[in-house]
Antibody, heavy 121, light 111 residues
Framework: EVQLLESGGGLVQPGGSLRLSCAAS????????MSWVRQAPGKGLEWVSAISGSGGSTYYADSVKGRFTISRDNSKNTLYLQMNSLRAEDTAVYYC??????????????WGQGTTVTVSS | QSVLTQPPSVSGAPGQRVTISCTGS?????????VHWYQQLPGTAPKLLIYGNSNRPSGVPDRFSGSKSGTSASLAISGLQAEDEADYYCQSYDSSLSGYVFGTGTKVTVL
């Protein structure tokens, strides 16, 4: 069964850091691009970042550029999101999602259950 | 504020057909980038409904269909059912932002 399992969310103070992980199983992880998508409480979906299957290409939303870093370890079938300089507006449920292809241009056909990040003092 | 605009809500009676528009610009849909559609049931993760403008993943009922023309795209739901009550989002790539974007989202209500 194809599955994505996020972890690493929690409560962090403004200006703090957090690293999210997404463990993948049931498919050839290195063959597919992966993305992070977030959803603030009561709001719509916001694409955050994406990475190609090889890890050679990364993409970021303007709202997180320079603060967040996406990476992947294809030997461990795991996707990461390092989040620094966190702000209150980063509070959201963070989903990892698998792309249809090795680049992120296709749709995202598998989603994790999400992990909650709360930025508050 | 998203660059892809959707109506906040649409509604219809069971069995009816509803459509959801996704209006973009020359830097996203109008530039030829593919549009994808997602369904999000309350309290759950999004689910891919349509990819590449008009393709359905396996398991998605053929009641759902997608189309694209110019700077806009549409999702149609025919034979509306109670279980279709959910939020729906379009998604594409924007060259001005150099990133992927979601639409503002549309809540579908089955009357």
């Amino acid at each position: 069964e194809v599955q994505l399992l996020e972890s690493g969310g929690g409560l962090v103070q403004p200006g703090g850091s957090l690293r999210l992980s997404c463990a993948a199983s049931g498919f050839t992880f290195s063959s597919y691009a992966m993305s992070w998508v977030r959803q603030a409480p009561g709001k719509g979906l916001e694409w955050v970042s994406a990475i190609s299957g090889s890890g050679g290409s990364t993409y970021y939303a303007d709202s997180v550029k320079g603060r967040f870093t996406i990476s992947r370890d294809n030997s461990k079938n795991t996707l990461y999101l390092q989040m620094n300089s966190l702000r209150a507006e980063d509070t959201a449920v963070y989903y990892c999602a698998k792309a249809l292809w090795s680049d992120p241009s296709g749709g995202m056909d598998v989603w994790g259950q999400g992990t909650t990040v709360t930025v508050s003092s | 504020q998203s660059v892809l605009t959707q109506p906040p809500s649409v509604s219809g009676a069971p069995g009816q057909r509803v459509t959801i528009s996704c209006t973009g610009s020359s830097s996203n849909i109008g530039a030829g980038y593919d549009v994808h559609w997602y369904q999000q049931l309350p309290g759950t993760a999004p689910k891919l409904l349509i990819y590449g403008n008009s393709n359905r993943p396996s398991g998605v009922p053929d009641r759902f269909s997608g189309s694209k023309s110019g700077t806009s795209a549409s999702l149609a739901i025919s034979g509306l059912q109670a279980e279709d009550e959910a939020d729906y989002y379009c998604q594409s790539y924007d060259s001005s932002l150099s990133g992927y974007v979601f639409g503002t989202g549309t809540k579908v209500t089955v009357l």
